[in-house]
């Protein structure tokens, strides 16, 4: 298993390295930022003057093996625009999308575990109805619908809670439930499908004839297997909300990676979108090498 | 498999103490119980740094805005003021070249200390520095040297005569604010804050606070010189909202008090009760003829441009697309305005004259190539695509074959910076939006717009540069502002049937305001100087 760990962070070395190339390539081909810096008026030596100080002028292969070199150092770079550090302005936004994106698995496990078992139970009951009608609204709702909505319900008709920024816990609910919602479709999906597999084995039939409780069969015995295909998909859609729920952050001004991201596209802030495009993969890159290592903590078969 | 499931949970448990937990004080909570002496605002632009020579234009001025002071003030209609900047009085030498900007005395930073002339010459200094983004940065690089004449005064000598140097001082022009010398130090590239965290100004309001991408909040800076614009609440929030609707949702919830809306909201916002204020004549849409100097293309003969103007219906788009509070049909000559030097009331818009417009292009020998049009939004003017759509329509109509191509202004722009500037010659023409600020001047938008590249223009727009450079030369060297208003009348007429391009609309901007701000001065003709150090609370 040490050797399979070790072979993944390799794979996983290369892949962020890959990464880098690809992106910074990327970018440039959209345009220069200076483009979009200079005001109006701006004059042609303004615009040269400009490309010489963020070192635009200079060589492509220049370019990127000062920024993977400074990157090695673990310098991520000037912001063009902003003119400041990348690390701080990194660390404060993650740390933001970071708290959004744990309350909204939270929400979304809370509500899809307990829905996602029961409906398996009551198969074309009305349990199960509701379930679907929360899956199907959770999938094919998209949030900035959903958010706009909750916005308009929740903040200006009851005006229950605030409707944008992040500060106190109130500003987590509209934003996590939206995101918590989109999310809890999928593992409610895939845990009661996988509960309907796993209540029709055979060593769930021997676990009731044994006389054990139901409550027992179905969250200890028939969950543990249930849960595998559920935990990929929670690892995964971590991770997707780590790398920023773009559409989310920006209906409720959430200051987090996904509106830096936004934010740095739309001014070519290029040491930014490389620096939070980095930090996504990686973030990925661990949440799925974690999920290997929970898989195979779960599942002894793996491990052989 | 117990420890797993302990695992899983512990995390979501974090995950959501994490969220409960959160030690910074909520916005919208704190604006909810606020006493009126706080005011919360919302804007679009963030630029979060607080160095007005980088990156200070446009709505980023909002951010950081209300903090600083006006080299040279400026009233309503355009004018320039000696009683709302730093600079009390002024003097142009009669050829136009030498300046003495004279100082107000008692004008206090706000650390405590005064500001002297030597302030004022750094102002210059960082403006024109090499690393300077600022739309004042062609103002500042006119200077051939600053001399300190006393604590008060600074003579300022210019490389070439411009007798409309100090309209870019102004917020009338650009992004100008005074600075402080001891705040900067010296880089390889240019200059930078000593304490990027800490930045001081001598505006109403003083910086308390940020949180990086959030809020920046500032509080009344008691010491400030002019006891009838200090600032009007105790405290400033600044918040940004990018998505339009929320803007809207939380003036309604009154999270916010001020926040800038879309033309299409403008029902809805009244509906909620909400005013609608801002200032008028902030942007003026620009049709242009890119290349038009170029006899390879039509638009370099009158007759085309003329067909071009006459062939849409400016009327029946601009009334289709723009609600009154938000644009009125731009009239007269292009770059001149309501607001500018040389203005004509006088002088109708174009009028729409199909059957004129076909005669014209026949005239001018159409010979069935395509006329490219560059559609692209803009910042301050976002639904030019949906114009030039509406315009691609109404030339097809008299028979001209159009090319619309779809593109992002940054991928476009380079194109105006190239020398000579690449159009390509399968084309009758080449048409596409600039968005000129009305600039009272009117000097300084001929050079953006009109002048040639090789007498320093950017757009290059006119037809004939080399009499626009030649008029431009000459007008520049007149510095009575009288004599320099007369001569551009004459030119606006002259100009008028040119037909070098067309100004679509005069373009407002609006924002809504809740019953918390009873007051707010936004002077018309100007969209970079729209900070919130004048909102007024509404009396308790």
Not at chain 1, 35 to 40: N, R, S
Not at chain 2, 148 to 154: E, F, I, M, Q
Request: proline share 6%; hydrophobic share 45%; net charge positive.
């Amino acid at each position: 298993m040490a050797r399979q760990i070790g072979m993944s962070v390799v794979q996983a070395l290369v892949t962020l390295w890959i990464t880098t190339v690809v992106i910074f390539l990327l970018v440039r081909i959209t345009g220069s930022p200076v483009d979009v810096i200079l005001p109006q008026t701006a004059t042609s030596e303004q615009r040269e003057a400009t490309i010489k100080r963020l070192g635009l002028d200079r060589p492509l292969a220049y370019q990127y093996w000062l920024y993977l070199s400074r990157l090695l150092q673990g310098d991520l770079g000037r912001s063009y625009t902003l003119n400041a550090d990348i690390g701080p302005l990194l660390r404060d936004h993650f740390w933001n999308t970071f708290r959004l994106a744990s309350a909204a698995m939270a929400v979304g496990v809370t509500l899809a575990v307990p829905l996602g078992v029961l409906a398996s139970v009551s198969r074309g009951g009305p349990l199960d109805k509701l379930a679907s009608i929360i899956a199907l609204g959770g999938m094919s709702l998209p949030s900035f619908i959903t958010g706009i909505l909750a916005i308009l319900v929740f903040g200006v008709w009851l005006g229950w809670l605030p409707i944008y920024g992040a500060g106190s816990w109130k500003h987590f609910v509209l934003p996590a439930v939206t995101l918590g919602w989109f999310n809890s479709a999928g593992i409610l999906r895939l845990l009661r499908s996988g509960m309907l597999d796993v209540l029709g084995s055979e060593y769930v039939k021997v676990a009731r004839a044994k006389g054990l409780a139901e409550s027992s069969v179905l969250w200890k015995h028939a969950l543990r297997n249930a849960a595998l295909p559920a935990l990929t998909f929670l690892g995964f859609s971590y991770g997707i909300l780590l790398a920023g729920a773009i559409t989310t952050e920006v209906v409720f001004a959430w200051p987090g990676l996904g509106t830096l991201a936004s934010d740095s596209v739309a001014r070519r802030d290029f040491p930014i979108i490389q620096a939070v495009t980095l930090l996504t993969s990686a973030t990925i890159i661990v949440i799925n090498l974690s999920v290997d290592v929970v898989y195979a903590m779960l599942d002894p078969r793996i491990r052989r | 498999m117990r420890g797993v499931l302990r695992l899983v949970v512990a995390i979501i448990v974090a995950g959501a103490s994490w969220a409960m937990t959160a030690d910074v004080q909520a916005p919208a909570a704190k604006a909810q119980s606020a006493a009126t002496t706080s005011v919360t605002v919302a804007t679009v632009e963030w630029i979060e740094q607080f160095d007005p020579g980088v990156l200070a234009s446009g709505p980023g001025m909002n951010y950081k805005g209300s903090m600083f002071d006006n080299v040279i003030g400026a009233a309503a209609g355009g004018v320039l003021s000696k009683t709302t900047g730093v600079i009390e009085d002024w003097v142009v030498s009669p050829d136009a070249t030498r300046i003495v900007l004279r100082l107000r005395k008692g004008i206090k930073w706000h650390d405590g200390t005064e500001a002297t002339a030597e302030d004022l010459a750094f102002t210059l200094t960082r403006f024109g520095a090499d690393d300077g983004t600022a739309s004042a940065r062609p103002t500042a690089r006119k200077i051939a040297n600053l001399e300190v004449a006393d604590r008060y005064s600074l003579k300022v000598t210019l490389k070439e005569p411009d007798s409309v140097f100090v309209y870019g001082l102004s917020p009338l022009e650009g992004d100008m604010l005074f600075i402080k010398k001891d705040a900067y130090r010296k880089t390889e590239k240019g200059w930078e804050l000593v304490d990027p965290e800490r930045p001081v100004g001598t505006g109403p309001y003083r910086f308390a606070r940020r949180k990086l991408g959030e809020f920046v909040e500032y509080e009344a800076f008691d010491s400030y010189w002019d006891a009838t614009r200090k600032a009007g609440f105790r405290t400033l929030r600044i918040v940004r909202i990018v998505d339009a609707s929320t803007r809207l949702s939380a003036l309604r919830t009154g999270e916010v008090a001020v926040a800038p809306l879309n033309p299409e909201q403008l029902d809805g916002a009244r509906r909620a009760n909400l005013r609608i204020m801002g200032p008028k004549v902030a942007a003026i849409p620009l049709l242009m003829f890119f290349g038009s100097s170029d006899p390879a293309f039509l638009t370099n003969k009158v007759e085309f441009r003329k067909a071009l103007v006459l062939g849409y219906d400016k009327k029946a788009i601009a009334g289709k697309l723009y609600p009154t509070a938000v644009a009125s049909i731009a009239t007269g000559t292009p770059l001149f305005s309501p607001v500018s030097l040389g203005w004509d009331p006088a002088l109708p818009a174009y009028a729409y004259d199909p059957q004129e417009a076909k005669r014209l292009l026949q005239a001018a020998g159409y010979d069935g190539r395509p006329v490219k049009i560059w559609s692209y939004p803009f910042g301050s003017a976002p639904e030019l695509p949906l114009i030039l759509e509406a315009i691609a329509g109404y030339w097809q109509a008299i028979g001209l074959k159009v090319e619309l191509t779809p593109i992002d202004f940054p991928a476009f722009r380079p194109r105006l910076f190239t020398q000579p500037q690449p159009w390509e010659k399968q084309y009758a023409a080449h048409v596409g939006f600039l968005v000129p600020l009305p600039r009272p001047s009117t000097l300084n938008n001929f050079g953006t717009f009109m002048i040639s590249q090789k007498a320093g223009g950017v757009a290059a727009g006119y037809w004939n540069p080399d009499k626009i450079d030649r008029i431009r030369s000459e007008l520049g060297r007149i510095g009575d502002l009288k004599e320099l208003d007369r001569r551009l009348r004459e030119l606006n007429r002259e100009l008028y049937n040119d037909y070098w391009a067309d100004a679509i609309a005069f373009r407002h901007l609006v924002f809504g305001v809740t019953s918390k701000v009873c007051g707010w001065t936004t002077p018309d003709g100007m969209d970079v100087p729209t900070t919130y150090s004048t909102l007024r609370p509404c009396p308790q």
